[in-house]
């Protein structure tokens, strides 16, 4: 097995590149590759692979996004003995920007589970392991999650959303804790669109540690599930109108943890001059999970299946990951109706993981 040494990123117009992984398997004769990038999507028809002068032709794919960011993963078999040198990947964005990397794979032991790679713990059938790294006074951590093979991707480690005015920075609230109940936060590294790799000061600290993660927020790739069509009025401009419709979104996939938040209602939904605010309620009592966004998309043409206008999806600050309105801005205010449909978006799950280290 060959793996990547490290990350590589690039920057271009305005885009922002990151082939997190790249696993070439000799005995399974597989190829596993994980990109993720800030800027214009990727044209998934329009990425290829090549080892030596071969092109690899890809069998399975599966790209999310939120917001600017988004995440490709590509899988590939082979039938050649390809080598782990001089092998390059072509990538094309929606914007034409083409993006190429070469580089050369180092040789990698096979692992047979996560647990092998670090300290490791599992809730609501999600496993976070920890790969450590100790340099003097800092340990470096890397978190992998097992959610990856459920069609989801961990977004974050801990809460980005907290910010500490004093320090001018987001604590993320991941703990490192000693056999003394000394505790210091960590401290993310930024690597471009990857989220997972934070360090702590062990200055004065005695082991064990023990490495506590809050929560997590996930978002699916691939194909999303969502709701079906529903059918609003327009309000006149400041005019409320009460809805108090059940809405589901059609839950298809299996992610693995008991998502009660599939269900919720339109509360009611008020005109802003050209938007529309649409009032939501969730399951609020469900500890678990939370959804922290949600994707709403306007409806249009004949059969209701192209895109006609634009949505912002807003959370209340005082409540943590709870979703309660979203705005909308239809590209004819002036009609009598829209239609609308919900898709899955962001999800914060609580833990918490706990990992130790001896």
């Keep these: 097995m060959y793996k990547l040494d490290n990350p590589i990123t690039k920057n271009k117009n305005n885009n922002t590149i990151t082939l997190e992984s790249f696993v070439l398997n000799t005995k399974d004769k597989t190829v596993n590759m994980k990109i993720s990038g800030i800027g214009k999507i990727p044209k998934k028809d329009y990425t290829t692979i090549k080892i030596g002068d071969e092109n690899i032709d890809t069998t399975s794919y599966g790209i999310g996004s939120s917001g600017n960011e988004w995440k490709y993963e590509i899988s590939s078999n082979y039938n050649l003995n390809y080598s782990n040198e001089n092998i390059e990947v072509s990538l094309d964005l929606g914007d034409k920007t083409n993006f190429k990397l070469n580089f050369s794979l180092i040789k990698s032991d096979a692992v047979s589970s996560y647990k092998d790679l670090g300290p490791s713990d599992t809730k609501d059938n999600i496993e976070i392991v920890s790969v450590v790294k100790e340099e003097g006074d800092l340990l470096d951590v890397n978190f992998i999650s097992s959610i990856e093979e459920k069609n989801l991707q961990v977004m974050y480690y801990g809460n980005p959303y907290n910010y500490n005015e004093k320090t001018n920075t987001y604590d993320y609230e991941i703990i490192l804790r000693d056999k003394k109940?000394?505790?210091?936060?960590?401290?993310?590294?930024?690597?471009?669109?990857?989220?997972?790799?934070?360090?702590?000061?062990?200055?004065?600290?005695?082991?064990?540690?023990?490495?506590?993660?809050?929560?997590?927020?996930?978002?699916?790739?691939?194909?999303?599930?969502?709701?079906?069509?529903?059918?609003?009025?327009?309000?006149?401009?400041?005019?409320?109108?009460?809805?108090?419709?059940?809405?589901?979104?059609?839950?298809?996939?299996?992610?693995?943890?008991?998502?009660?938040?599939?269900?919720?209602?339109?509360?009611?939904?008020?005109?802003?001059?050209?938007?529309?605010?649409?009032?939501?309620?969730?399951?609020?009592?469900?500890?678990?999970?939370?959804?922290?966004?949600?994707?709403?998309?306007?409806?249009?043409?004949?059969?209701?299946?192209?895109?006609?206008?634009?949505?912002?999806?807003?959370?209340?600050?005082?409540?943590?990951?709870?979703?309660?309105?979203?705005?909308?801005?239809?590209?004819?205010?002036?009609?009598?109706?829209?239609?609308?449909?919900?898709?899955?978006?962001?999800?914060?799950?609580?833990?918490?993981?706990?990992?130790?280290?001896?």
């Design 181 to 358: 109940g000394k505790e210091v936060e960590g401290k993310i590294v930024q690597h471009g669109d990857r989220s997972n790799n934070f360090t702590f000061d062990t200055s004065n600290m005695e082991k064990p540690y023990k490495i506590i993660i809050p929560k997590i927020t996930l978002a699916p790739y691939g194909v999303v599930q969502s709701s079906k069509a529903i059918k609003l009025p327009i309000p006149k401009n400041g005019e409320t109108i009460n809805i108090n419709k059940e809405v589901t979104i059609e839950n298809n996939r299996d992610y693995g943890f008991n998502n009660e938040n599939n269900s919720f209602k339109i509360k009611k939904i008020k005109r802003y001059d050209e938007n529309i605010r649409v009032y939501l309620d969730f399951n609020k009592n469900n500890k678990a999970i939370k959804r922290r966004t949600l994707n709403i998309e306007i409806q249009g043409g004949l059969f209701g299946g192209s895109s006609e206008g634009y949505s912002m999806t807003f959370t209340q600050k005082n409540e943590d990951a709870i979703l309660d309105i979203i705005d909308v801005t239809p590209k004819n205010i002036n009609k009598r109706n829209m239609k609308i449909k919900f898709s899955d978006g962001e999800f914060v799950l609580y833990g918490p993981w706990e990992m130790e280290i001896k």
